[in-house]
T-cell receptor, first 116, second 112 residues
Framework: EPEVTQTPSHQVTQMGQEVILRCVPISNHLYFYWYRQILGQKVEFLVSFYNNEISEKSEIFDDQFSVERPDGSNFTLKIRSTKLEDSAMYFC??????????????FGPGTRLTVT | GESVGLHLPTLSVQEGDNSIINCAYSNSASDYFIWYKQESGKGPQFIIDIRSNMDKRQGQRVTVLLNKTVKHLSLQIAATQPGDSAVYFCAEKGGSQGNLIFGKGTKLSVKP
């Protein structure tokens, strides 16, 4: 069964450093998402990406964040200058199409980001 | 305030019993809802979804009920098994591109 993969599984970085989290969505999917989950809290939407551009973003997704789909396979989330409060699990998700009956998103296993 | 939330943070049931996990939402215009299961250290896993033009939808051992009058959503798990132990999130479609707004989660513990 196809699945979303994410690397690395755990990333430790120092405050102020840049990090890039990588995702490989399911190959025929067209819509891509990043979410984050601070330990013990709910999953929060960050950004959606379609047709090589951001389609929606939340208030969390400020200028420190960016996303890219550089090669038609990988989908990356970059945090330019990490803060302690960026420590969280980051989930990538994808969906074949949007606007039909279901919006079931397939989630990856997540990357745990620890900022020290 | 958040659009989607849960009544109970934890639920403990005996193996074989039925489980009911509840969720309240505040946006009466919401037209799509979904339940996810999250096991420790893993990403959310789809369970079942429902559109606002339905009151009930059944899957394998799971049923989702939607009461639009009181803006309430519930997930029923029949014959709960130890493998059902996880955190359960309800979510609603938040935008036109399908992004999801999640509730806080209910931790289900199944006692053998």
């Amino acid at each position: 069964e196809p699945e979303v993969t994410q690397t690395p599984s755990h990333q430790v970085t120092q405050m102020g450093q840049e990090v890039i989290l990588r995702c490989v969505p399911i190959s025929n999917h067209l819509y891509f998402y990043w979410y984050r989950q601070i330990l013990g809290q709910k999953v929060e939407f960050l950004v959606s990406f379609y047709n090589n551009e951001i389609s929606e973003k939340s208030e969390i997704f400020d200028d420190q964040f960016s996303v890219e789909r550089p090669d038609g396979s990988n989908f990356t989330l970059k945090i330019r200058s990490t803060k302690l409060e960026d420590s969280a699990m980051y989930f990538c998700a994808s969906i074949l199409a949007s606007g039909y009956w279901t919006y079931e998103q397939y989630f990856g296993p997540g990357t745990r980001l620890t900022v020290t | 305030g958040e659009s989607v939330g849960l009544h109970l943070p934890t639920l403990s049931v005996q193996e074989g019993d039925n489980s009911i996990i509840n969720c309240a939402y505040s946006n009466s215009a919401s037209d799509y809802f979904i339940w996810y299961k999250q096991e420790s250290g893993k990403g959310p896993q789809f369970i079942i979804d429902i559109r606002s033009n339905m009151d009930k939808r059944q899957g394998q051992r799971v049923t989702v009920l939607l009461n639009k009058t009181v803006k309430h959503l519930s997930l029923q798990i029949a014959a709960t098994q130890p493998g059902d132990s996880a955190v359960y999130f309800c979510a609603e479609k938040g935008g036109s591109q399908g992004n999801l707004i999640f509730g806080k989660g209910t931790k289900l513990s199944v006692k053998p």
